[in-house]
């Protein structure tokens, strides 16, 4: 029916910057709300950045200005733009979206998740 799909992950020291993209696919009638969210071992998943329904964006605080969400609408894409990355940034990140379907159904979506390491 509809899968997020994310990419752009992979192990970085600290201080450097990686570039996250979801795609989302599938029977998409819209998109309402689109963001990242992260889960590190041990700890609970935490939002990260998104989209809210009307376009506005919000950040966790631990970004302090480091990272970026932005998105190509007619790609159905949103990418997560991560600069400054600390050690403690390392977790699996996962894509989540608001998706309403061709049939009209408007519910959460989970990606798979991409694993982002920083160490040096």
């Known amino acids: 029916q509809v899968q997020l799909v994310e990419s752009g992950g992979g192990l970085v020291q600290p201080g450097g910057s990686l570039r996250l993209s979801c795609q989302a696919s599938?029977?998409?009638?819209?998109?309402?709300?689109m963001g990242w969210y992260r889960q590190a071992p041990g700890k609970q998943r935490e939002l990260v950045a998104g989209?809210?329904?009307?376009?506005?964006?919000n950040y966790a605080d631990f970004v302090k200005g480091r990272f970026t969400i932005s998105r190509d609408i007619a790609k159905n894409t949103v990418y997560l733009q991560m600069n400054s990355l600390k050690p403690e940034d390392t977790a699996v990140y996962y894509c989540?979206?608001?998706?309403?379907?061709?049939?009209?159904?408007?519910?959460?979506?989970w990606g798979q998740g991409t694993q982002v390491t920083v160490s040096s």
């Open positions: 989540n979206a608001v998706i309403k379907t061709t049939q009209l159904m408007t519910l959460p979506y």
């Open positions: 599938g029977s998409i009638n819209s998109i309402r709300a």
């Open positions: 989209f809210t329904s009307t376009g506005n964006t």
